[in-house]
């Protein structure tokens, strides 16, 4: 459950990351493209998670476990 966690905050800072700058690598508001860079984001992600991530996965689960 901390790496899906993990997973999703990734998710959500790469989709905010693209939001804000109108989309990665100029892609423009073609819905069919949109849903590939989610999609592809959606799975860098959680790759990025289960290998490690930004170490968010094992600080909560140490809090878990010192309860």
């Known amino acids: ?35 590939a860079m989610e999609y592809a984001q959606e799975s860098f992600a959680q790759s990025l998670s289960a290998k490690g991530g930004l170490g968010l996965a094992s600080m909560v689960v140490k809090g878990l476990n010192q309860k």
């Open 1 to 35: 459950a901390a790496t899906q966690f993990e997973a999703l905050f990734i998710g959500q800072m790469m989709k905010s990351m693209s939001e804000a700058e109108g989309g990665w690598l100029g892609t423009g508001d073609d819905q069919s493209s949109s849903s």
